[in-house]
């Protein structure tokens, strides 16, 4: 498989930035600066951005409630994340959404999602205006081992199937919905068997190793744009942090945790792409120092962002009014 | 009605904790069932079992008094799980599911709406539904629109349903005891922001009726009517009044359905002047339930028209500045009142 240096840093870049968001954020909401509730999407970069590494600007995703991995792989500005966060009127939802309703419509981000298995029929909509409008788009939908058991991901997996429609499923197996394990909640041991339950393919991917997404995703998204139909990805992967900030934790062991660190997705980036001499250590040191920047900028410019007036609780409503 | 006898004071989430806890051991067939009611699932061998006791520990410790057999955890399916209760109910259980945060009901809302709201009418009386379903409600936590409505006029609205909404550590035991016993399907709305506000409550076992509201405090000027938090936001308000020399009543409404009309008329009798205030959105809200109400059947009782003070119309907006401007706050509440008597 054949990447170029361009796609190789920019994979890199992507997933170096969404982990250090998070971190950031966590720390952030350790020190109170952060109201609401975070949902951490480190460990999990791999998956967002071997993904999007295949998809245009007018592509769609929908995402999830742990969906700043999504954003930022999708292009989403991350100064604008970040005011987002802190509720000001400049974040991506004007402070309205707050973390879990991230969106930006205009570069195909249909929205983190707090409503778990949301975003299925969402993107089997989104699907059906991309075979509509005939271009060769597509439409990605992120969702969890949690969602996997909802009503809404069923119907919106047979609808795209029986319609054709240019959706992949990417189903982000990270073993836990909420404080409840996979193989508890879920009567098959992949979730991508269930793909033949809609008569579409279904595979099991290393979540944790990009390259491996990027050639899955790769044949997923060639099948959607050629017209042939959906296809489900079940990538196995792990959040490094609880459901959400301030889980109380006590369902999964340290080793566990440790375990799946030992397979992360940066370091084996790391070491891939330095064994085979594709990039070298000082453009990657270069990365990891401008992504710290970036996102030491984002919370500057969070913080000196004003708040939004109390006007806006009755704005954006409705398009129109009466 | 209110009590006065001084007993302990513990958190309201403790307070639904220990209903469920007494309703379990007095009736072998009340289970408990929803996502993470215990947590750590397939672990309990290695002590993770009821890791969390729910996102809230409302059903905290039941797993090991209990057992997997009656304190399931469930995948996230609530048309399933909810639709399951129903049926689990219909054949002799009790059980309790959990939706864990009202918004959700939108993923079972086919399994209240149609099926337990409606089985014993549809089949002439033959059938029962003896179940309760526990929901966590409210704005205040920063929780963003998904995770923040109030929605109790949903189930309101439906015939075949009860709902009661408590407002504090007292009411939430009594009720929530109430509801499970009860043979037809009861909603329990807890309101997310008063887990943390500790109250009185009684360690003996006790159990609060369906259909009757509460006086939070005695006045003759004005009548404030709250449910859920807002009756503790009446509360407030009516401490603000006092100090201006107006002396106001509190009603708490706590059982949304059935309604304690007697109550409410009788306290408008006495004031002549009624300020209602709801979290909900205002159109279609219990708010507007209750104001017509009283201008049916209290028209003649009143002295000023009747006040509504309630979320505006529209989600609930996830930055502080925001939700703090969109909750209904003691102040308003008060301002609203003085109004009335200018």
Known sequence: MELSREKLLWMYERMRLIRDFEDRIAGLFAAGELPGFLHFYAGEEAVAVGVCAHLNPDDFITSTHRGHGHCIAKGVDVNQMMAELYGRATGACKGKGGSMHIADVDKGMLGANGIVGGGAPLAAGAGLTAKYNKRGQVAVCFFGDGANNQGAFHEAANLAAIWKLPVIFVCENNGYAEATPVNYATSVQDIAARASAYNIPGLVVDGQDVFAVYEAAGEAVRRARAGEGPTLLECKTYRYYGHFSGDPGGYRSEEEINEAKRRDCLERFKRQVLDRGLLTQAELDEIDRRSKEAIEQAVAFAKSSPLPSPEEVTTDVYVRYP | ?342
């Open chain 2, 1 to 342: 009605m209110a009590t006065t006898v001084a007993t302990r004071q513990i958190l309201y989430g403790q307070a639904i904790n220990e209903a469920l806890r007494q309703e379990m051991r007095r009736d072998p067939t009340v289970v408990v069932m929803g996502e993470d009611v215990a947590g750590g699932a397939t672990r309990d061998d290695q002590g993770m079992g009821d890791a969390w006791g729910g996102p809230f520990g409302l059903t905290k410790g039941l797993l090991a008094e209990f057992g997997r057999e009656r304190v399931l955890d469930t995948p996230i399916s609530e048309m399933g799980f909810i639709g399951a209760a129903v049926g689990a109910a219909a054949t002799g259980m009790r059980p309790v599911a959990d939706l864990m945060f009202v918004d959700f009901l939108g993923s079972a809302l086919d399994q209240v709406m149609n099926q337990a709201a409606k089985l014993r009418y549809m089949f002439g009386g033959k059938a029962k539904v003896p179940m309760t379903i526990m929901t966590a409600i409210g704005a205040g936590l920063n929780a963003a629109s998904q995770h923040s409505q109030v929605l109790y006029s949903f189930f309101v609205h439906l015939p075949g349903l009860k709902v009661v909404a408590p407002s504090d550590a007292y009411t939430a035991k009594g009720l929530m005891a109430a509801a499970i016993r009860d043979d037809d399907p009861v909603i329990v709305c807890n309101h997310k922001a008063l887990f943390s506000v500790k109250g009185d409550c009684p360690e003996e076992e006790y159990v609060l009726p369906l259909g009757q509201a509460r006086l939070l405090r005695e006045g003759k000027d004005v009548t404030l009517i709250g449910m859920s938090r807002m009756a503790m936001v009446c509360r407030d308000a009516a401490r603000m009044l006092e100090k201006d020399g107006i002396n106001a009543e509190v009603v708490d409404v706590l059982s949304l359905s059935p309604l304690d009309e007697d109550t409410i008329l009788r306290s408008v009798g006495k004031t002549r002047r009624v300020v209602i205030v709801d979290e909900s959105h205002p159109r279609c809200n219990m708010a507007t339930d209750i104001a017509a109400l009283i201008a049916d059947k209290g028209f003649d009782l009143l002295d000023a028209p009747i006040k509504r003070v309630t979320g505006p119309h529209a989600p609930v907006p996830f930055s502080p500045v925001l939700e703090s401007a969109y909750i209904p706050s003691a102040e308003r509440v008060a301002a609203t009142a003085r109004e009335l008597l200018d």
